[in-house]
């Protein structure tokens, strides 16, 4: 008998606007024009946002910040995609996921500066916290989409991680899950190149983070994760494709980790600079302008003034997250159980007298 | 003689005992050409190459597991996880398998791995990078738990547990990784595993405590010295084993007892310790042992942190406490 072959895959790779920002007539999906210029703005404000985080904590005004300069376009382009009621679980970076999500940045300082307080949730999203556990959360959104699809909701669950938490055990066990139970998730990996001070080569031997999908019995795409326009097509896609009932897929956009991995690490350490200036030249917000421009939505002074407009709200949000107070003792212990314990009250009183005698 | 922080000493370490022991390899996260993210691997990359010190994927099960492996198969593998809240991905290669191997193979077989970890508060960091679980680990049998609170110290331990015949869990608090210098002699010693240290002879109260907080409750004995209340320090130096012996010599000699660590209270250390006080010198007491601890709550973020963690305020209370009893 002759030997056949078993399994072939294929994975595709998509691109919509080019680095110069040529956009691909028959790829473009031709969104509206305010949708479009909702995700530029968004972009720009959180570029501008991440520039202020990195500033706050080197004059010590935010503790340890991870920067996502560069990858505005797979998180935009991709939370874009998301309808209200379907569920966002970010890993740590996704600081313009939580922007496009409805949360106010005064909220985001306020996590920043050491405070439990800016993670509540506002009212009715379906945002879930940062993970700072590598991976963790990819179990999370594919339990989410499973109760979505028990209870019969038309609801998918979209999760974000970078290409470091594909080593994880997690990973391959949220992957394992969502095939088997054809749960609507998508799997968003942000594939930065870098975890750390470790190559993206090193993580995985193949070829593709894409490409693993294929041996969970579902399909994986490649974008250009600095096009936003292919990271939305690809997400809404794959959004659509599970409100369908049709599974999950996973996602893997290019992207670059511009800046450091977070304010305590330096990148000089394990990385050429001709590397990070090549990857400068795909910038993904001054590609999505030229596209923007050559349509005719976007010009000199809408960008002046969407940059003035966003410097006051941005400072606005510090100023309001500094004059807060975050410092209430009792919160150390408010939120441990749904009802205090009475070793926790004891505790609780023990700190209480202590702060008393102390002044 | 060469003054060196925490950091500096267990690099240097690392560094005689690879000279020494062809069979130790270093492997983890960032280790090799990052220097790992605290700088304690600095250096090894170069000098020992890609296959002794290792960058791995990210993924802490698969640090430990394999290196199960490589432990029973003859080498000595110290593996580095980033961070003390990380580890649990490969908690069930510690407990179900690295505490037991020699157990299960009647003595066939060993697990001398050595799993350094960053430990501890006070540096104000993200979640998950400020935890105290010592107690998860000093509670599985088969396992020993070293939590240095000096450099000097840091290397005796370390280089013991780099010649251990059984695996070790080596946490370094991240507090006192750069706090202070001292002389840290060139030639290899080790510090035998079991032994506390008497940091500072007294005859009032006995102070029980281990890693950054022995700075802690040095800083409370000195401001109690002026109240003319004179504190015995112990340093436990390893949590499991512990060593009941100099505990309770010292408790027969001040008859007061206050623990300090930077562990929830509910099972911690100090509840161990305290039993065993009951047990062998309960008629010698003349108070109460009394804990300093952090609360039984998930540690808070950097605005709360303060409030969570001892001080030297809150031992001094405690030890006004026993002294007043
Ligand atoms: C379980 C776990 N192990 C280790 C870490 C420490 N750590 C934080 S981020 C990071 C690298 C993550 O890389 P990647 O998944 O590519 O995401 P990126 O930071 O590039 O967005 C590591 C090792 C962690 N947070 N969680
Ligand atoms: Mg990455």
New interface residues.
């Given amino acids: 008998m002759p030997i056949e072959t078993v399994f072939e895959g294929k994975v595709k790779y998509i691109q919509v606007i080019d680095k110069d920002g040529n956009a691909d007539e028959k790829l473009d999906p031709k969104l509206p024009k305010d949708l479009l210029l909702r995700m530029y703005i968004t972009m720009v404000v959180t570029r501008m946002f991440d520039d202020k985080a990195l500033k706050l904590q080197r004059q010590g005004r935010i503790y340890t910040y991870p920067p996502c300069l560069g990858q505005e376009a797979a998180q935009i382009g991709s939370i874009a995609a998301l309808n209200e009621e379907d569920w966002f679980f970010p890993s740590y970076r996704e600081h313009g996921g939580y922007l496009w999500r409805g949360t106010e940045m005064k909220w985001m300082f306020v996590y920043l500066m050491g405070s439990e307080l800016g993670m509540k949730i506002p009212e009715g999203k379906h945002n879930f916290l940062v993970s700072i556990p590598i991976a963790t959360q990819t179990l999370h959104a594919v339990g989410a989409a499973w109760a979505a699809k028990i209870l019969n909701h038309k609801v998918a669950t979209m999760v974000y991680f970078g290409d470091g938490a594909t080593s994880e055990g997690d990973f391959h066990e949220a992957m394992n899950f969502a095939g088997v139970f054809k749960t609507p998730t998508v799997f968003l990996n942000q594939n930065n190149q870098w975890a750390i001070s470790v190559p993206r080569k090193k993580q995985t031997a193949a070829k593709t983070i894409a490409q693993k999908a294929l041996a969970y019995g579902f399909e994986g795409v490649q974008v250009d994760g600095n096009d936003v326009l292919a990271v939305y097509r690809a997400t809404k896609e794959a959004i659509d494709k599970a409100h369908r009932g049709e599974g999950p897929t996973l996602i893997e956009a290019l992207t670059y980790r511009m800046s450091h991995h977070t304010t305590a690490d330096d990148w000089t350490k394990y990385r050429d600079s001709a590397e990070v200036e090549q990857w400068k030249e795909r910038d993904p917000v001054k590609r999505f302008r030229i596209y923007l421009e050559r349509n005719g939505y976007w010009n000199e002074d809408l960008e002046k003034k969407t940059v003035e407009r966003a410097t006051s709200e941005i400072e606005k949000a510090i100023e309001e997250a500094e004059s807060m107070k975050l410092d209430n003792p009792e919160d150390v212990f408010m939120y441990t159980y749904s009802k205090m314990p009475p070793h926790l009250v004891e505790q609780m009183n023990e700190l209480m007298e202590y702060l008393k005698n102390k002044s | 003689m060469p003054k060196m922080n925490l950091v500096e000493a267990i690099n240097a370490t690392l560094f005689q005992e690879m000279e020494l022991n062809d069979k130790i390899v270093v492997m983890g ?2 280790v ?4 790992g ?1 605290f700088r304690v691997t600095e250096g090894l990359i170069k000098k020992f190459g890609e296959q002794r010190v290792i ?1 791995t ?6 640090i430990i597991g394999a290196a199960i492996g490589m432990a029973i198969y003859g080498l000595k593998p110290v593996t580095e996880i980033q961070f003390e ?2 580890i ?2 490969a908690y069930e290669q510690i407990v179900s398998h690295i505490a037991r191997i020699r157990t299960r193979s009647h003595g066939s077989y060993k697990c001398p791995i050595v799993l350094r970890s960053p430990y501890g508060g006070g540096v ?6 400020s935890e105290a679980p010592e107690t998860l680990y000093a509670h599985v049998p088969g396992l020993t738990v070293v939590i240095p609170s000096s450099p000097y110290d840091a290397k005796g331990l370390l280089s013991n547990a780099l010649q251990a015949e059984d695996p070790v869990i080596f946490f370094e608090p991240k507090r006192i990784y750069r706090a202070f210098k001292e002389e840290v002699p060139e030639e290899r010693y080790t510090i035998p595993f079991g032994q506390a240290k008497i940091v500072q002879e007294g005859h009032d109260v006995t102070i029980i405590t281990y890693g950054a907080m022995v700075r802690v409750s040095m800083e409370a004995a000195e401001l109690l010295k002026e109240k003319n209340i004179s504190c015995e320090i112990v340093d436990l130096r390893t949590v499991s084993p512990i060593d009941t012996e100099t505990i309770i010599s010292s408790v027969r000699k001040t008859g007061r007892c206050v623990v300090v660590h930077e562990a929830p ?2 099972l911690g250390i100090g509840a161990e310790i305290s039993a065993r006080i009951n047990e062998k010198a309960l008629l010698d007491l003349k108070a109460p042992v009394k804990r300093v601890t952090a ?4 540690t ?6 303060d ?2 963690f001892p001080n030297a ?2 031992i001094i ?1 405690a030890v006004n406490y026993v002294m007043g009893f």
């Fill in positions: 996260e960032d090799g050409v990052d220097g993210v960058d994927p990210l993924a802490e099960s698969g809240g990380f649990f991905p104000r960091a993200l979640e998950h990078h209270r509910n609360y039984d709550v998930v808070p973020l950097p605005k709360l942190e409030f969570h305020e809150k209370n």
